[in-house]
């Protein structure tokens, strides 16, 4: 794992306009870099990420399962109980998954170590399955790198093929796309996925999750009045879980991508879950709730909310003392605690892996870098190649 420095692309802005690329640049701020890449071997993608990945999300799973049979557990992950049933329905009758991001710490030559699993709302969907592998392209193209330099990268494929089989699965419904209307990523993301489907032979929708309506017959309708039946939404399960239409949810009966089991999978109160049911894994930290026994073992440790998203309100603490800390919104439903360890360092830059599934298959990888310790909305993402 090296990074190195290169020449951008001449005009990639305007191409990246062409090709609905509108936030490479966010507040003034480069969110998309590619005055630099890093760079991994064949070896190191196979073993130490891709494996690792398929290890780390068959855990989570066995995780999930132990969740929906105790209410303990349930309790734990701050689901309200109204919804216990619901969940494990889902679970039980095992509604399918589009896509998710475990995100590591890893070096190059450690074993990598699972930070969390974004298994609901991840973002840098687009960038990753197609804008990186279009730098790539280019780069061969100008004899920057050899034809036969690769990227391990197929999630554009993999999610048309996954809503090719999704499709199979359905009558010839529509399939509705939604976000919030504040984000212009967001909008992106789901843009890209709505085109994936698309190419899949899907008919879809778009509707703003704030222009959803209420039926009189208790169903779910966009600004057509058209009933939503099949719908992906970028919009987090634990807010959707406690708003005021949540009650009308279940009798609502979308099909939800990602369903409603996914809210276990991408809280924080999996990783102390996880220690639990796979002590001293080597690709997990150690990890606990307010008041475990183990807590007062860890001297240096992060301390995240349940419910946090990208990097808001985390906490790097040694021997007593805070030392980093980002801002956000989360908090009030509790924290869970985990082992510190550093990302690697490159040129004063901490470097975060992202590793993409499709239907329960590792897909690909993202790499994202911040001058400080913790990876927020806008750390910089850096393309990525595989030399052997």
């Not at 967001?186 to 959803?212: H, K, M, P």
């Not at 860890?298 to 021997?319: C, T, W």
């Amino acid at each position: 794992m090296q990074r190195f420095q290169t020449q951008e692309r001449p005009g990639w802005r305007e191409r990246a306009r062409e090709f609905g690329f509108q936030f490479h640049t966010m507040y003034g701020e480069p969110y998309w870099d590619e005055s630099i890449y890093y760079q991994f071997s064949l070896r190191q993608i196979e073993d130490d990420i891709e494996d690792v990945t398929e290890a780390l999300h068959e855990m989570c799973l066995a995780a999930v399962e132990k969740v929906v049979k105790d209410e303990y557990w349930m309790q734990r992950f701050c689901i309200p109980e109204r919804h216990w049933d619901w969940l494990r329905d889902s679970w039980l009758q095992r509604e399918p998954s589009l896509y998710s991001r475990l995100d590591l710490a890893y070096n190059g030559y450690g074993p990598a170590k699972l930070l969390e699993n974004n298994a609901d709302t991840p973002t840098s969907l687009y960038e990753s399955g197609f804008w990186q592998w279009l730098w790539l392209e280019d780069k061969i193209q100008q004899g920057e790198f050899n034809a036969d330099t690769d990227q391990f990268n197929s999630l554009q494929d993999q999610l048309v093929e996954r809503f090719r089989c999704l499709q199979q699965k359905r009558s010839e419904q529509i399939l509705h796309f939604s976000c919030c209307k504040d984000s212009v990523e967001d909008r992106g993301t789901v843009q890209y996925l709505e085109d994936c489907a698309s190419e899949a032979g899907i008919e879809t929708q778009f509707v703003f999750i704030e222009d959803i309506g209420l039926g009189e017959n208790g169903l779910f309708t966009d600004m057509n009045d058209q009933v939503i039946a099949w719908m992906f939404k970028l919009y987090p399960w634990e807010f959707m879980l406690r708003e005021e239409f949540s009650e009308h949810l279940e009798p609502a009966a979308v099909s939800w991508l990602e369903p409603p089991w996914k809210a276990l999978l991408s809280n924080k109160a999996l990783l102390p879950l996880l220690w639990q049911l796979f002590p001293n894994h080597p690709n997990l930290l150690p990890a606990y709730f307010e008041g475990d026994k183990g807590l007062a073992e860890l001297n240096h440790f992060v301390k995240k909310p349940i419910f946090a998203r990208e990097g808001a309100n985390i906490s790097i603490h040694k021997d007593g003392e805070e030392v980093e800390a980002s801002a956000g919104p989360y908090g009030e439903e509790g924290f869970v605690y985990q082992a510190y360890t550093p990302l690697p360092e490159f040129d004063g830059q901490h470097t975060l892996v992202g590793s993409w599934l499709v239907n329960d298959r590792p897909a690909g990888i993202s790499v994202r870098e911040d001058r400080q310790r913790i990876t927020q909305d806008l750390s910089r993402y850096i393309p990525h190649v595989i030399v052997d």
